[in-house]
């Protein structure tokens, strides 16, 4: 501080700041958001932890396990359909990136389109296990793998409103700050549960099938 | 971090996004689900090492949509996500782990394993569940038990 004051002329030393610095409203709501994914991740390790100590064999109450049930090409099927979703939603970003606003909302439909795939193919399956008497209630085991997958599916749920949302607010409103952040803080959403859909395909179905 | 506000679409965070780290990301970890879900029904491996190498794929394709689709490098731009994202990997392992262990060791003391499997025989509930008594193995030990 001493070396700075003497070189300071006092005469013209600036006291205050008085250039204009814009806060950076996007990056503060982006890396909030990913803050609150971090947390929501913390849901999942909780929803993780309950099924790694509820398949055991005795969890399953002498009942079905998902050695019986899961059929790995299925599920894989799931997987490509969340994955091209994903990247379909990467395509129509890179589209805003060039302000190709049709673009933007092409992938976006492609996105909503795989994502209701995935979906529709999740009920399915859900729906197959109750016709064969599986259900929430068959054993621990069994509440444990679906609570885990099924809020998996309830992320892509609310996912698929929030990418119809966005495609009409990119459609009424245009390339605002309010609307390249959500499509930010969306693309974040969206390409995480890719990430979290690696753990469950991995250790839940693929783990579960061969244990 | 700071930048014009004029053209939202000149942000940083929409400048990085490119298509070719998107299809990388996805080819990468389509590829990886593809060679897990092959070995898993193809029953070439024994059960531990299947476990083994699918954990492993399960590990690239992660780290491999990490950085390909939420973009966590060590850029100035992304730095603190990174950051967040580094000390979240351990409270998440330790959530898992802690809980994982605490549990088998409960069970280890507490249970003895072989009374369990045989006592808990599907006569109690077959009625609730019409189908399993056909599945594999679903008769084994009735005599025990109940």
């Given at each position: 501080m001493s070396s700075h004051a003497s070189t300071v002329d006092p005469k013209k030393?600036?006291?205050?700041?008085t250039h204009h610095h814009s806060h950076d409203v996007i990056s503060t709501r982006t890396l909030g958001y990913f803050l609150y994914l971090l947390s929501d991740g913390m849901l999942f390790a909780t929803l993780f932890a309950a099924y790694g100590v509820l398949s055991y064999q005795h969890s399953y109450f002498g009942g079905p396990t998902p050695a019986e049930f899961v059929k790995p090409w299925y599920t894989f099927a799931q997987t490509i359909a969340l994955f091209l979703s994903v990247l379909a939603y990467g395509f129509g970003m890179n589209a805003l990136k060039h302000k190709n606003k049709s673009g933007l909302i092409n992938g976006m439909l492609a996105a909503f389109v795989l994502g209701v795939v995935f979906l529709v193919l999740d009920i399915h399956d859900m729906s197959h296990l109750y016709s064969m008497g599986i259900t929430l209630a068959s054993s621990g085991g069994m509440s444990a793998f679906m609570v885990l997958t099924q809020v998996h599916a309830t992320h892509i749920f609310f996912g698929l409103i929030w990418i119809l949302v966005m495609i009409a607010q990119v459609m009424t409103k245009g390339f605002t700050e309010e609307t390249v952040g959500r499509l930010l803080t969306l693309r974040m959403f969206w390409h995480l549960q890719a990430v979290i859909w690696v753990f469950v395909y991995i250790f839940v179905y693929l783990w579960g099938y061969i244990s | 971090m700071s930048h014009s506000a004029a053209d939202p679409t000149m942000h940083p965070e929409v400048q990085l996004s490119t298509s070719k780290g998107y299809f990388l990301g996805f080819a990468i970890s389509a590829f990886l689900m593809l060679v897990a879900t092959f070995l898993v029904t193809s029953h070439s491996v024994p059960p531990f090492g299947l476990l083994m190498v699918i954990s492993v794929c399960a590990g690239i394709a992660v780290i491999a949509q990490i950085y390909?689709?939420?973009?966590?490098?060590?850029?100035e731009h992304n730095i603190w996500n990174t950051v967040a994202l580094v000390m979240f990997i351990p409270l998440f392992l330790i959530t898992i782990g802690l809980t994982w262990w605490m549990f088998s060791q409960l069970y280890l003391r507490t249970m003895d394993m072989s009374v369990m499997s045989s006592a808990m025989q599907p006569a109690v509930h077959a009625s609730a569940t019409p189908g399993m008594a056909d599945m594999p193995g679903m008769n084994a030990h009735t005599d025990s038990g109940n």
């Open positions: 030393a600036e006291l205050w700041d | 390909f689709l939420l973009h966590i490098d060590i850029s």
